[in-house]
């Protein structure tokens, strides 16, 4: 079985010491921490969320999923922020991040928070289940260029609309770019809610602000 299948099966099998040493012989073998991340680790967990959804998985094996995929994270990281770090741009952006109000999901978020900073951003991670209030408080705060919203469920996506109505009622839309993504979000749905870009993963959305960067400093 080639080795990226194999880190794909064992985290669906949620094997942990299968994942950590499929993992560190996939590195070994030279393919990138970021490829790991965004390829079968990421599968293997839109698979778990499969058998989640027919129920032959439970909560407890969703969190279990979690755990492995973080417990590799722990020396992946690392790595990914050092491949990260080679598209760091000249003058990096404020960012203020957060997992929408009503959604705990954050590995996604925080591997994109991981990869912006090593490309040379200022990340304000506001955390998990952050209601609109405080995105605009942020704002304010950090004076912030960028607003990026993580969301994996239907109905916190949903509540992306009242971030952006809010930050509008603050006079504050006009001064930021709004960027979201996750895997309840869609790119209709980045226009449907008046945001200003739609990221698939980690890497679209550091090229879409470094795009920004090079934009604002020119
Ligand atoms: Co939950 N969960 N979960 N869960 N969970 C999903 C999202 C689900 C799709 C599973 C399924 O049924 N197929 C489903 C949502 C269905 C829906 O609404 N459409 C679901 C559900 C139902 C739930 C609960 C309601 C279950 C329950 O309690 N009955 C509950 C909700 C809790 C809450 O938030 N209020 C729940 C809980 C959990 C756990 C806590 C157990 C755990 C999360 C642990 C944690 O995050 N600390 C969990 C997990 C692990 C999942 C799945 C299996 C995996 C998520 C994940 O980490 N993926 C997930 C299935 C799935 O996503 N298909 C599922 C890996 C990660 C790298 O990908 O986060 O998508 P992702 O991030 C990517 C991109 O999306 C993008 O870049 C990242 C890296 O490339 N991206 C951005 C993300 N944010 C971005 C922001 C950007 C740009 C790009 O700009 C700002």
């Not at 040493?21 to 599968?43: D, F, Q, Y």
Request: aromatic residues 4%.
């Amino acid at each position: 079985m080639d080795v990226l299948e194999k880190i794909r099966r064992c985290l669906v099998d949620l094997d942990r010491v299968c994942v950590e040493e499929a993992v560190r012989e996939a590195l070994r073998s030279g393919v990138s921490a970021t490829e790991i991340v965004l390829g079968p680790l990421s599968e293997g967990m839109n698979e778990i969320g499969k058998l989640f959804e027919s129920g032959e998985y439970f909560i407890a094996e969703l969190i279990e999923a979690a755990d492995i995929f973080k417990n590799v994270m722990k020396f992946l990281e690392p790595l990914i922020r050092a491949e990260s770090s080679k598209n760091a741009v000249r003058k990096g952006l404020r960012i203020v991040i957060g997992t929408v109000k009503g959604d705990i999901h954050d590995i996604g978020k925080s591997i994109v928070v991981a990869m912006l900073q090593a490309a040379g951003h200022q990340v304000i991670d506001l955390g998990v289940d952050v209601p609109a209030e405080r995105f605009v408080e942020a704002v304010k705060e950090y004076g912030a260029h960028v607003v990026g919203m993580s969301a994996l469920l239907t109905s916190t996506a949903r509540y992306m609309k009242t971030v952006v109505e809010e930050l509008e009622k603050a006079g504050l839309r006009k001064r930021v770019f709004i960027i979201i993504g996750g895997a309840a979000t869609t790119p209709e749905l980045a226009k449907e809610i008046g945001a200003d870009a739609w990221a698939r993963d980690a890497v679209e959305a550091v090229k879409i602000v470094n795009r920004l960067a090079q934009e604002l400093s020119s």
